[in-house]
């Protein structure tokens, strides 16, 4: 707004000083004076009538008018304000004659005008206009100058190839006009005219930058005798043409020192076309958007007053008005209503589409400076996510009394047509950020996005990721405080991507907690019943929280398949077995766990302090193996000790685990030894010969000869298997940022 309102203002100078060489020509004409001394008379006058310096390479003239090249206003100081190529007029003799100053054409090439604003907020041609007597002329009284402002007329003005720069030193902002066309019909200081022009504007400031961005328009402005401060422009159709978009406006400008701007605008053919070379976005068409303006800008106080703002589209609209106050640091105090069709800006942005948006949302905003205030409510709404599927049914009502106070405190919908409810805040305290959360379901299934990745292979003996890692990106944007997570979350069946459990029970309470991870405290705990891990890797690798959860797991596993625990025991197990069933069992019984992990139940609690993770009460039980796990994992050079208590088929946590293995190195690398509290033979021989009553003897051995999966257990594997090969090819990781930002 500032640099158009100097542009303006600029040119109605230069116009005035051009009109000054007109009434030179009109008295050297009249004096029939020779070129030479036509050229100082114009000198002269411009001098008398301005505080600048004034160059002139070469004037003509003759009855019918006046041409002069190289013209040039510069300051006393230094510095050049303006210059022009050419200039050329043409008058016509009988009003010359009869003393009317009325100009048949005036033609102005090659206009060249820099416009600087210092430091300390003067600009380079601050008096430049000024009288002899160092005043400011106010173009009232009786001088020469004021007569001819009053009776001028300019039937035809047209000024080519101009070029118009502004730098604004004090604000960091700078600005240009090139390729300038203005077009001026019946001009007059002091009726109504008509001005059409056509230009690129460049702009960088405030974070915003545009390049050759051209512009068109036409309005009827009253410069009513150059007293700026009344001047106004009744724009009764302004036409602004950019690619295939049309801008229409109607309304009103007053004051254009200090700028008061009505206007209702109808914009077609709206798409990301009109934004070419100005920024990169993506494709969207929005067709017809109707804007009503009426807002006022203080050029003293650089102060902006947004009284209405209303933008309708879309089948949705936005209302917003304020004050916004430009310089070195913005500031501003705006209310900000929305009323927003989901469905309708998905069809028109699309980048969009494969979310299928719908509902709608209405939200209510008030930002001052930083922060903001306010509410939104959801209804009805529906949106796909890759990493989750459909959601439908969608309310939720969030409050936020600031940026520090954030509570959604009712969310409810349905996920793959199955209910969830939830509830998140988050409250900024002097040290730290409060985030509790709570999710609820009676079932929940997760689906992922198909996408072709390649599938597990156990003999590739992959790594086991292990500590989150967040990116380098994310941690430099990181703007919150350290934050305390701590909520719960309940699932009565969840089916997901490489994993089916039952009766899922999740709780956190994480301190400290920031890109940075290593100085995070606090604990994680897990319960859940009956399941099937279908894929151990995939899933360890999913998502951080679900690194940390199963990561002991995929030690475990990794070191059972290193040390061939599973084949050793197999063996031993046969002995068990009547020798028409030994051959089956063997081939039946798996060698090494190949990521497919039928359990009756796994619990783990897991506590953090200084990067170390502490492993708590671990225990898992299934068909396959049973074991107890307690030890450390240290993220911070990802090095392992732990003590895992093993035992073939479901045992029990307080059962006896024959089996113990000793597992230290690295996440990556696993090392470890076994022992056993007897030999395997020792217990199949007791089992068999001494027939011992033992309850916990009879467990173990039902458990070895569980080993073998005969029965729905080697079903149900089977079918694991073939399921996590297809969660596979849709395996997506997804790192923590994500899932606790904007998901």
């Known amino acids: 707004m500032r640099f158009v309102r100097l542009i303006l203002r600029f040119l109605l100078y230069l116009a005035g000083a051009a009109a000054l060489i007109l009434l030179a020509a009109d008295l050297s004409l009249r004096w029939l004076l020779p070129t030479d001394s036509v050229q100082e008379k114009i000198s002269s006058l411009i001098a008398s009538k301005t505080n600048g310096e004034v160059q002139i390479k070469r004037v003509t003239a003759g009855l019918t008018g006046i041409n002069a090249e190289g013209l040039s206003l510069s300051l006393p100081e230094g510095g050049d304000i303006a210059s022009i190529e050419s200039l050329s007029l043409k008058v016509m003799p009988l009003k010359l004659i009869r003393g009317e100053i009325d100009f048949n054409r005036i033609f102005i090439d090659g206009v060249k005008v820099n416009i600087i604003r210092d430091k300390n907020g003067k600009f380079n041609f601050g008096g430049l206009f000024a009288d002899a007597a160092g005043n400011t002329s106010d173009g009232e009284g009786n001088s020469e100058s004021s007569s001819f402002i009053k009776d001028l007329r300019v039937k035809r003005f047209q000024i ?318 990181w703007f919150l405080p350290p934050l305390h997570i701590k909520g719960a979350v309940k699932i009565g069946s969840l089916e997901a991507p490489f994993i089916n459990a039952e009766a899922v029970d999740f709780k956190a309470d994480i301190r400290n907690f920031k890109p940075d991870i290593a100085n995070i405290d606090g604990g994680l705990s897990l319960v859940t019943s009956a399941g099937v891990i279908k894929d151990l890797y995939h899933l360890t690798n999913a998502n951080a929280v679900t690194k940390v959860l199963f990561v002991s797991l995929g030690v475990v596993s990794k ?38 992990l039928e359990y009756d139940s796994f619990k783990i609690n897991l506590t953090f302090a200084n990067g170390l993770t502490d492993i708590k009460n671990g225990n898992f039980i299934s068909s396959l193996l049973s074991f107890n796990l307690a030890g450390q994992i240290n993220f911070n050079n990802r090095k392992i000790n732990m003590t895992v208590d093993a035992a073939p088929g479901k045992h029990e946590s307080g059962g006896i685990m024959p089996l113990r293995l000793n597992v230290s190195g690295t996440v990556d690398e696993p090392q470890g030894n076994m022992s056993m509290l007897s030999s395997a033979a020792n217990l199949v021989s007791q089992t068999i010969f001494n027939n011992a009553g033992s309850r916990l003897v009879k467990k173990s051995v039902g458990g070895i000869l569980g080993i073998f999966g005969i029965g729905s257990q080697s079903k149900k594997a089977k079918k694991a298997k073939a399921d996590a090969q297809a969660e596979a090819d849709a395996f997506v990781p997804i790192e923590l940022p994500e899932k606790l930002g904007e998901e």
């Open 559 to 596: 070191l059972i398949n290193s040390l061939d625990v599973l084949s050793l025991l197999n063996s031993l197990s046969a002995a068990v077995l009547p020798s028409d069933k030994q051959k089956e069992a063997l081939e039946a019984s798996p060698d090494k766990i190949e990521g497919v």
């Open 160 to 477: 080519r190839n101009a070029e118009v720069s502004y730098l604004d030193e004090s604000a960091g902002i700078s600005a240009s006009l090139n390729n300038l066309f203005l077009d001026v019909y019946d001009f007059s200081f002091a009726a109504p005219f008509r001005v059409s022009v056509n230009a690129e504007v460049s702009y960088n400031g405030g974070g915003v930058k545009a390049e050759a961005l051209p512009f068109g328009f036409t309005l009827y402005p009253d410069l009513n005798l150059l007293k700026l401060e009344e001047a106004s422009s009744d724009i009764r159709l302004l036409v602004v043409e950019h690619g295939p978009a049309t801008l229409q406006a109607s309304g009103a400008v007053k004051n254009f020192i200090n700028p008061q701007v009505r206007l209702k605008m109808k914009g077609t053919g709206v798409s990301d076309k009109i934004l070419s070379g100005f920024a990169d976005t993506p494709e969207f068409t929005i067709g017809d958007i109707d804007i009503n303006l009426d807002a006022s800008y203080n050029t003293e106080a650089g102060k902006l007053l947004v009284n209405i703002f209303n933008v309708k589209a879309l089948n949705s609209s936005v209302d917003a008005g304020g004050i916004v106050r430009f310089g070195k640091e913005l500031s501003y105090d705006v209310d900000v209503k929305a009323a927003l069709s989901f469905a309708e800006i998905a069809k028109t942005f699309s980048i969009l589409s494969e979310y299928r948006l719908s509902g709608t949302v209405d939200a209510a905003f008030k930002a001052v400076n930083n922060d903001v205030s306010g509410s939104l409510s959801v209804k009805q709404a529906g949106f796909y996510y890759s990493h989750a599927g459909a959601f439908s049914g969608v309310n939720l009502t969030l409050a936020v009394k600031s940026l520090k106070e954030i509570s959604l405190s009712s969310l409810t919908g349905r996920l793959n047509g199955y209910p969830f409810r939830a509830a998140l805040s988050y409250t900024e305290k002097a040290s730290s950020g409060d985030v509790n959360f709570n999710l609820q379901a009676d079932k929940m299934l997760i689906k992922l996005k198909k996408q072709p990745k390649p599938a597990y292979d156990p003999d590739k003996d992959p790594v086991i990721a292990g500590a989150p890692e967040i990116s380098p990106e994310v941690k430099k944007v």
